[in-house]
């Protein structure tokens, strides 16, 4: 049976940013949800002294829960080969993290989607430098996750792979024990692409899943396709909203899942109107999860 984690979304500007919350206040609310794990983010503050990465660890298993997943943005696009190298020594240091906090899974992404590349050049540099991370991952016991991905926060260019034909032709060009998929549902509307068909073409590499939901604040999904799917900035029509209640179908994406043996974690990156949110976004998983892999 899949694993659920979660991910500090409505506090990332508190963690990261003006340090205005610690982990351990986060640690403590975390245990109020029926959760099995959390998901780090390589940019939490406290994270940039490496002697805080196995007291982090202790103090999330003294609660009963795990680290199995760190969250992360490396830049692969670039063509620079000084800059790819400094980025491929970053994953490197993610890895170690990933790691030495007690996880086993550790996402890539492609980079950024810059003006002057061709589709081809893109995918053999993200390729190249994911590559060149995989006997060090599988090394340390972790495996790379590549993310649907919308956008790093401090890019200026939306994720290469955006698009789904991109992104599947990127996953396609990767094989290694120590590579997977983290797909997320919800990105590929900010794409304008279909998340079940984008599932259908990849769910035999899926292992692990960020599970959100986002719904329409105007138009309709044709709108969104046809005006913002792949622009760069955030599509306006969507919002984030509590799990079970936007588009995302998770009916057809855990059927889906549990029909090619996904048992892994799925993570939760919603609640971002705070802990009652993601509180009921984990209950309905919860009880999704208990209806696509019931217990033997």
């Not at 120590?178 to 509307?189: I, L």
Request: charged content about 25%; hydrophobic content about 40%.
């Amino acid at each position: 049976m899949p694993k659920l984690a979660a991910f500090p979304k409505a506090y990332m500007q508190a963690l990261c940013k003006d340090g205005s919350m610690k982990l351990a206040e986060w640690f403590q609310l975390a245990t109020t949800l029926d959760i099995d794990g959390l998901e780090f983010y390589a940019g939490f503050l406290e994270l940039d002294d490496p002697a805080n990465w196995s007291l982090l660890r202790t103090q999330v298993e003294d609660l009963g829960l795990t680290i199995p997943m760190l969250c992360c943005s490396p830049d692969f696009t670039h063509p620079d080969a000084d800059f790819r190298d400094a980025e491929i020594a970053k994953q490197k240091r993610w890895i170690e993290m990933t790691h030495t906090l007690g996880g086993s899974y550790c996402r890539v992404l492609s980079g950024q989607r810059r003006p002057e590349l061709t589709r081809d050049q893109g995918v053999r540099l993200a390729a190249d430098s994911i590559r060149a991370c995989l006997p060090f991952a599988q090394q340390h016991g972790v495996t790379l996750i590549l993310e649907n991905h919308y956008k790093d926060d401090f890019w200026e260019y939306p994720e290469f792979a955006q698009a789904m034909d991109v992104f599947c032709d990127l996953v396609a060009a990767i094989d290694h024990p120590n590579f997977g998929v983290n797909y997320d549902p919800s990105n590929a509307f900010l794409a304008g692409d279909d998340p079940i068909e984008l599932l259908k073409r990849v769910s035999d590499r899926v292992v692990t899943m960020h599970a959100s939901d986002r719904y329409l604040i105007e138009g309709t999904l044709e709108d969104l396709r046809r005006e913002e799917g792949g622009a760069v900035g955030y599509a306006k029509r969507l919002r984030h909203g509590e799990i079970g209640k936007g588009l995302n179908d998770y009916d057809a994406i855990f059927g889906e899942l549990a029909g090619k043996g996904f048992d892994s974690w799925i993570s939760i990156e919603d609640g971002v109107e705070g802990i009652d949110q993601l509180r009921r976004s984990a209950d309905f998983l919860r009880n999704k999860i208990a209806q696509y892999w019931p217990p033997v």
